[in-house]
Nanobody
Framework: QVQLVESGGGLVQAGGSLRLSCAAS????????MGWYRQAPGKQRELVAD???????NYADSVKGRFTITRDNAKNTWYLQMNSLVPEDTAVYYC?????????????????WGQGTQVTVSS
């Protein structure tokens, strides 16, 4: 099992910045992809950004150039730096971890989620 604890959400004015953190504990050695999702009221949860064990990053088009995902393997922590925030970024942000393990012929996967942290951007 992997436990994820988020921090860093809050209220910010449009144009401002926030940094979210996600600390993982437990069976962290099998985590391959670390990411952030968000869910706004009345909308589906969507991928914001993720970073793989090979340091490949992936961003939603709506945040490219404004958000940056990084990871600190020594601390089992990853971050989402959010700049130039707009009201449309208002949502509950969830950190996510994808773990993979097992022999090549049979790979097992598990998804883990944080509890969510509210980000509110005022206009």
């Amino acid at each position: 099992q992997v436990q994820l604890v988020e921090s860093g959400g809050g209220l910010v004015q449009a144009g401002g910045s926030l940094r979210l953190s996600c600390a993982a504990s437990g069976r962290t050695r099998y985590i391959e992809v670390m990411g952030w999702y968000r869910q706004a009221p009345g909308k589906q949860r969507e991928l914001v950004a993720d970073i793989s064990s090979t340091w490949t990053t992936n961003y939603a088009d709506s945040v490219k150039g404004r958000f940056t995902i990084t990871r600190d393997n020594a601390k089992n922590t990853w971050y989402l730096q959010m700049n130039s925030l707009v009201p449309e970024d208002t949502a509950v942000y969830y950190c996510h971890a994808l773990s993979r393990w097992g022999p090549v012929e049979r790979i097992y996967e598990s998804d883990y989620w944080g509890q969510g942290t509210q980000v509110t951007v005022s206009s």
